[in-house]
Protein backbone atom coordinates (compact mmCIF):
# COMPACT_ATOMS: atom_id res chain seq x y z
CA UNK A 1 0.00 0.00 0.00
CA UNK A 2 1.31 3.85 -0.46
CA UNK A 3 2.95 5.38 2.36
CA UNK A 4 4.31 8.83 2.77
CA UNK A 5 6.63 8.55 6.31
CA UNK A 6 8.01 12.18 7.40
CA UNK A 7 10.55 12.19 10.17
CA UNK A 8 9.98 13.75 13.28
CA UNK A 9 9.19 16.65 15.45
CA UNK A 10 11.40 19.45 15.12
CA UNK A 11 11.99 22.71 17.62
CA UNK A 12 14.19 25.64 16.33
CA UNK A 13 15.02 28.99 17.19
CA UNK A 14 14.24 32.09 14.69
CA UNK A 15 16.20 32.50 12.31
CA UNK A 16 17.65 29.00 11.67
CA UNK A 17 16.90 26.32 9.56
CA UNK A 18 14.58 22.87 9.25
CA UNK A 19 15.12 19.79 6.52
CA UNK A 20 11.63 17.58 6.65
CA UNK A 21 11.82 14.38 5.15
CA UNK A 22 9.07 12.65 3.24
CA UNK A 23 9.93 8.68 2.54
CA UNK A 24 7.47 7.20 -0.13
CA UNK A 25 6.75 3.07 -0.50
CA UNK A 26 4.32 1.22 -2.16
CA UNK A 27 4.81 2.68 -5.72
CA UNK A 28 7.42 3.97 -7.93
CA UNK A 29 8.59 7.02 -6.15
CA UNK A 30 9.51 8.46 -10.19
CA UNK A 31 5.79 8.14 -10.81
CA UNK A 32 4.16 10.51 -9.07
CA UNK A 33 4.86 14.48 -8.05
CA UNK A 34 5.75 15.19 -4.49
CA UNK A 35 4.18 18.32 -3.13
CA UNK A 36 4.59 20.26 0.90
CA UNK A 37 1.24 21.20 2.69
CA UNK A 38 2.01 23.71 5.41
CA UNK A 39 -0.71 24.25 8.47
CA UNK A 40 0.27 27.11 10.90
CA UNK A 41 -0.79 26.30 14.31
CA UNK A 42 -5.36 26.79 14.42
CA UNK A 43 -5.12 28.06 10.55
CA UNK A 44 -5.77 26.30 6.96
CA UNK A 45 -3.97 24.69 4.74
CA UNK A 46 -1.07 26.28 3.01
CA UNK A 47 0.14 24.93 -0.28
CA UNK A 48 4.32 25.35 -0.62
CA UNK A 49 5.35 23.76 -3.64
CA UNK A 50 5.53 20.86 -5.53
CA UNK A 51 8.30 18.38 -7.20
CA UNK A 52 8.61 16.07 -10.32
CA UNK A 53 11.40 13.48 -9.61
CA UNK A 54 11.55 12.81 -13.07
CA UNK A 55 11.91 15.97 -14.72
CA UNK A 56 14.07 17.73 -12.01
CA UNK A 57 11.31 20.35 -11.68
CA UNK A 58 9.91 22.15 -8.60
CA UNK A 59 7.77 24.83 -8.03
CA UNK A 60 6.97 27.17 -4.95
CA UNK A 61 3.85 29.40 -3.95
CA UNK A 62 4.84 33.12 -4.00
CA UNK A 63 4.76 33.30 -0.63
CA UNK A 64 7.52 30.75 0.10
CA UNK A 65 9.51 31.27 -2.92
CA UNK A 66 13.14 31.97 -2.19
CA UNK A 67 12.92 30.41 1.33
CA UNK A 68 11.85 27.13 0.51
CA UNK A 69 13.51 24.25 -1.03
CA UNK A 70 12.26 21.15 -2.05
CA UNK A 71 14.96 18.26 -2.95
CA UNK A 72 14.74 14.46 -3.66
CA UNK A 73 17.39 11.68 -3.70
CA UNK A 74 15.37 8.55 -5.72
CA UNK A 75 17.63 6.13 -4.62
CA UNK A 76 16.04 6.30 -1.55
CA UNK A 77 12.82 7.34 -2.57
CA UNK A 78 12.70 10.37 -0.31
CA UNK A 79 11.56 13.72 -0.90
CA UNK A 80 12.88 16.65 1.56
CA UNK A 81 11.37 20.24 2.36
CA UNK A 82 13.64 22.76 3.63
CA UNK A 83 12.91 26.35 5.11
CA UNK A 84 15.19 29.15 6.05
CA UNK A 85 15.12 31.74 8.36
CA UNK A 86 12.35 30.34 10.41
CA UNK A 87 10.26 32.91 12.37
CA UNK A 88 7.21 31.90 14.98
CA UNK A 89 5.01 32.11 12.19
CA UNK A 90 6.69 29.18 10.70
CA UNK A 91 5.24 26.72 13.67
CA UNK A 92 3.01 24.50 12.35
CA UNK A 93 2.24 20.80 10.80
CA UNK A 94 4.31 20.33 7.40
CA UNK A 95 2.45 17.57 5.12
CA UNK A 96 3.70 16.05 1.85
CA UNK A 97 1.23 14.53 0.04
CA UNK A 98 1.11 12.77 -3.63
CA UNK A 99 -0.10 14.36 -6.37
CA UNK A 100 -2.45 12.04 -8.21
CA UNK A 101 -3.41 12.10 -12.48
CA UNK A 102 -6.58 13.23 -11.26
CA UNK A 103 -4.99 16.43 -10.06
CA UNK A 104 -5.51 15.43 -6.03
CA UNK A 105 -3.59 15.06 -3.40
CA UNK A 106 -4.23 11.71 -1.99
CA UNK A 107 -2.10 10.25 -0.08
CA UNK A 108 -0.43 12.25 2.62
CA UNK A 109 2.34 12.02 5.13
CA UNK A 110 1.38 11.64 8.80
CA UNK A 111 2.51 15.11 9.24
CA UNK A 112 6.09 17.40 11.17
CA UNK A 113 5.51 19.30 13.76
CA UNK A 114 7.64 22.42 13.51
CA UNK A 115 8.54 24.75 16.89
CA UNK A 116 9.82 28.22 16.11
CA UNK A 117 10.88 29.31 19.68
CA UNK A 118 13.31 31.24 21.47
CA UNK B 1 -1.41 33.26 -7.70
CA UNK B 2 -5.19 32.09 -8.29
CA UNK B 3 -7.11 32.96 -4.95
CA UNK B 4 -9.88 30.76 -3.43
CA UNK B 5 -12.29 31.92 -1.67
CA UNK B 6 -14.88 29.91 0.13
CA UNK B 7 -18.01 30.43 2.30
CA UNK B 8 -19.05 30.49 4.83
CA UNK B 9 -16.11 30.23 7.25
CA UNK B 10 -18.43 28.34 9.67
CA UNK B 11 -21.63 26.68 9.67
CA UNK B 12 -23.83 24.92 12.32
CA UNK B 13 -26.53 22.23 11.12
CA UNK B 14 -28.62 19.58 12.46
CA UNK B 15 -28.12 15.74 11.51
CA UNK B 16 -30.41 15.01 8.35
CA UNK B 17 -30.00 18.74 6.94
CA UNK B 18 -28.58 19.66 3.63
CA UNK B 19 -25.71 21.29 3.81
CA UNK B 20 -23.78 24.00 0.87
CA UNK B 21 -20.43 24.71 0.80
CA UNK B 22 -19.33 27.40 -2.22
CA UNK B 23 -15.57 28.12 -2.99
CA UNK B 24 -14.74 30.78 -5.88
CA UNK B 25 -11.86 31.09 -7.72
CA UNK B 26 -10.01 34.36 -8.80
CA UNK B 27 -10.17 33.12 -12.54
CA UNK B 28 -11.45 30.07 -14.17
CA UNK B 29 -10.10 27.06 -13.38
CA UNK B 30 -12.19 24.81 -15.73
CA UNK B 31 -13.09 21.95 -13.44
CA UNK B 32 -9.52 21.40 -11.98
CA UNK B 33 -11.19 21.26 -8.32
CA UNK B 34 -10.99 19.00 -5.37
CA UNK B 35 -12.34 19.02 -2.22
CA UNK B 36 -11.01 17.36 1.63
CA UNK B 37 -12.01 16.91 4.76
CA UNK B 38 -9.71 17.57 7.48
CA UNK B 39 -10.74 16.24 11.45
CA UNK B 40 -8.78 17.94 14.11
CA UNK B 41 -5.12 15.93 14.20
CA UNK B 42 -5.49 14.41 10.90
CA UNK B 43 -3.73 14.71 7.51
CA UNK B 44 -6.92 15.53 4.89
CA UNK B 45 -8.78 13.27 3.00
CA UNK B 46 -9.65 14.10 -0.50
CA UNK B 47 -13.78 13.80 -0.96
CA UNK B 48 -13.73 14.99 -4.59
CA UNK B 49 -11.75 15.91 -7.67
CA UNK B 50 -12.31 16.94 -10.85
CA UNK B 51 -14.77 19.21 -9.46
CA UNK B 52 -17.73 16.38 -9.37
CA UNK B 53 -15.74 12.93 -9.15
CA UNK B 54 -16.38 11.08 -5.98
CA UNK B 55 -13.57 9.41 -4.48
CA UNK B 56 -13.77 5.93 -4.47
CA UNK B 57 -14.89 4.92 -0.71
CA UNK B 58 -16.36 8.41 0.19
CA UNK B 59 -20.12 8.27 1.04
CA UNK B 60 -22.68 9.13 -1.74
CA UNK B 61 -23.88 11.93 0.78
CA UNK B 62 -21.19 13.87 -0.32
CA UNK B 63 -21.79 15.42 -3.93
CA UNK B 64 -19.71 18.18 -6.08
CA UNK B 65 -21.00 20.66 -8.76
CA UNK B 66 -19.44 23.79 -10.78
CA UNK B 67 -17.30 24.97 -13.47
CA UNK B 68 -15.47 28.06 -14.04
CA UNK B 69 -15.06 30.10 -11.16
CA UNK B 70 -18.20 28.48 -8.79
CA UNK B 71 -18.28 25.86 -7.09
CA UNK B 72 -20.26 23.75 -4.60
CA UNK B 73 -19.64 20.97 -2.08
CA UNK B 74 -23.09 19.61 -1.13
CA UNK B 75 -23.59 17.27 2.17
CA UNK B 76 -27.00 15.91 1.51
CA UNK B 77 -28.17 14.82 4.59
CA UNK B 78 -25.50 15.59 7.44
CA UNK B 79 -23.97 13.05 9.70
CA UNK B 80 -22.02 13.11 12.71
CA UNK B 81 -19.15 12.22 11.31
CA UNK B 82 -19.25 14.80 8.96
CA UNK B 83 -18.04 17.39 11.83
CA UNK B 84 -14.79 18.46 10.10
CA UNK B 85 -13.49 21.46 7.97
CA UNK B 86 -13.55 21.67 4.65
CA UNK B 87 -11.17 22.81 2.32
CA UNK B 88 -11.09 23.13 -1.68
CA UNK B 89 -8.38 23.28 -3.81
CA UNK B 90 -7.74 24.15 -7.13
CA UNK B 91 -5.09 22.62 -9.61
CA UNK B 92 -5.10 25.00 -12.48
CA UNK B 93 -2.11 26.68 -11.69
CA UNK B 94 0.16 24.98 -9.30
CA UNK B 95 -2.01 24.81 -6.20
CA UNK B 96 -4.23 26.79 -3.90
CA UNK B 97 -6.03 26.12 -0.90
CA UNK B 98 -9.45 27.97 -0.11
CA UNK B 99 -9.28 29.01 4.09
CA UNK B 100 -11.77 26.08 5.37
CA UNK B 101 -15.23 26.35 6.33
CA UNK B 102 -15.83 24.32 9.39
CA UNK B 103 -18.93 22.59 10.03
CA UNK B 104 -20.40 22.07 13.21
CA UNK B 105 -23.34 19.60 14.19
CA UNK B 106 -25.91 21.70 16.22
Known amino acids: QVQLVQSGAEVKKPGASVKVSCKAS????????INWVRQATGQGLEWMGW????????GYAQKFQGRVTITWDTSISTAYMEMSSLRSEDTGMYYC???????????WGQGTLVTVSS | DIQMTQSPSTLSASVGDRVTITCRAS??????LAWYQQKPGKAPKVLIY???SLESGVPLRFSGSGSGTEFTLTISSLQPDDSATYYC????????FGQGTKVEIK
Open chain 1, 97 to 107: ARWEETGDLKY
Open chain 1, 26 to 33: GYTFTTYD
Open chain 1, 51 to 58: MNPISGDA
Open chain 2, 27 to 32: QSISSR
Open chain 2, 50 to 52: KAS
Open chain 2, 89 to 96: QQYKSYRT
